[in-house]
């Protein structure tokens, strides 16, 4: 049986955004025994400040992760990966 488990997080940039150059997730995600997946995804790229701009800036982020397994499900056959990751630029309206 294949379960999945959606996981939102809003990440909050020290600088403007105008736009994602590169981006990768990467994760620590692992399953112990008292049926928990414990971890954390790390997104790491480079954006840009201004759409003119030729500079970029690096970004890393650690997201903690944590999710308890159903008792009925044998953890010794549990595989943890990642199969759809998908990003959204949310920009700040600010009204003067």
Same mark, same amino acid.
């Given at each position: 049986? %294949?379960?999945?488990?959606?996981? $939102? %997080?809003? #990440?909050?940039? $020290?600088?403007?955004?105008?736009?994602?150059?590169? =981006?990768?997730?990467?994760?620590? *995600?692992?399953?112990?025994?008292?049926?928990?997946?414990?971890? !954390? /995804?790390?997104?790491?790229?480079?954006? %840009?400040?201004?759409?003119?701009?030729?500079?970029?800036?690096? &970004?890393? /982020?650690? =997201?903690? /992760? !944590?999710?308890?397994?159903? !008792?009925?499900?044998? #953890?010794?056959?549990? #595989?943890?990966?990642?199969?759809? &990751?998908?990003? !959204?630029?949310?920009?700040? *309206?600010?009204?003067?």
């Amino acid at each position: 049986m %294949k379960k999945i488990i959606p996981f $939102k %997080k809003e #990440i909050i940039f $020290k600088t403007n955004l105008s736009e994602i150059t590169s =981006i990768s997730l990467e994760h620590t *995600l692992q399953v112990d025994k008292n049926n928990r997946v414990t971890g !954390e /995804f790390i997104v790491s790229g480079e954006y %840009k400040m201004v759409d003119t701009s030729v500079n970029v800036e690096s &970004f890393s /982020f650690n =997201i903690p /992760f !944590e999710v308890n397994v159903d !008792e009925k499900y044998i #953890i010794d056959n549990v #595989i943890v990966d990642i199969y759809d &990751f998908c990003y !959204e630029i949310i920009t700040n *309206l600010r009204s003067i």
